[in-house]
């Protein structure tokens, strides 16, 4: 089946810094992205729709200053965390919608932030 | 707006025992209807979903799902369970935009 890819799997950064995190699909184009958060037992909650050569469409409450995302190509974007707080910690997952074949979203295996 | 929810926060089964996965969702229009499973520190498998047409839909790794309009539910079944089967299981519901909104999960374990 189609692969999504995280990259890194695992961050750990200092309160302040910023961190990107890269969706890769690595054998479809994919025109649309979407980003989520998860917390520790919990549901994942979308942050956004990331379209490929225009701006990320944010929901309601997620900061886009602080969250910012790139969908520079048809095989990847990116979740650049601001000025990360230990309150940003969290899993981060990707999907990416195939467009050859109707209805297939594919997650990538997350990514784990921790901010000290 | 849609929403989904999941009754069963933790579920145990005993290995070979019958599974059912209880969802209830909210949505104005057709829905479109997700079982997701994911396996600690991992990204989410699609185990079946349904947009339309027969309503029993049959997934991945022997689970199948039933979309009860009347109910506004969309439970996930398996006859027989097998220790792998432990993970957490998300419903999630959306539309033709993918944005789809997840459920609290289930975590089932498998007692021997």
């Known amino acids: 089946g189609a692969v999504v890819s995280q990259h890194p799997s695992w961050v750990i950064c200092k309160s302040g810094t910023s961190v990107k995190i890269e969706c890769r699909s690595l054998?479809?184009?994919?025109?649309?992205m979407f980003w989520y958060r998860q917390f520790p037992k919990q549901s994942l909650m979308l942050m956004a729709t990331?379209?490929?050569?225009?701006?990320?469409?944010?929901e309601q409450g997620v900061e886009k200053d602080k969250f910012l995302i790139n969908h520079a190509s048809l095989t990847l974007s990116t979740l650049t965390v601001t000025s990360a707080h230990p309150e940003d910690s969290s899993f981060y997952i990707c999907?990416?919608?195939?467009?050859?074949?109707?209805?297939?979203?594919?997650f990538g295996e997350g990514s784990r932030l921790t901010v000290l | 707006a849609q929403s989904v929810t999941q009754p069963d926060i933790h579920i145990t089964v005993s290995e070979g025992a019958s599974l059912e996965l209880r969802c209830n969702y909210s949505?104005?229009?057709?829905?479109?209807l997700f079982w997701y499973v994911q396996s600690p520190g991992q990204g989410l498998q699609l185990l079946l979903k349904?947009?339309?047409?027969?309503?029993l839909v049959q997934g991945i790794k022997g689970f199948e799902a039933e979309f009860k309009r009347s109910q506004s539910s969309f439970n996930l079944r398996k006859p027989s369970v097998h220790w792998s089967d432990a993970a957490e299981y998300f419903c999630?519901?959306?539309?033709?935009?993918?944005?789809?909104?997840f459920g609290a999960g289930t975590t089932v374990t498998v007692r021997a």
């Open positions: 054998d479809f184009q994919a025109t649309t």
């Open positions: 999630a519901v959306g539309s033709n935009d993918y944005k789809l909104s």
């Open positions: 349904y947009f339309s047409g027969d309503t």
């Open positions: 999907s990416a919608l195939s467009g050859g074949r109707a209805g297939e979203l594919f």
């Open positions: 949505y104005g229009a057709t829905p479109y």
């Open positions: 990331s379209n490929e050569g225009s701006k990320a469409t944010y």
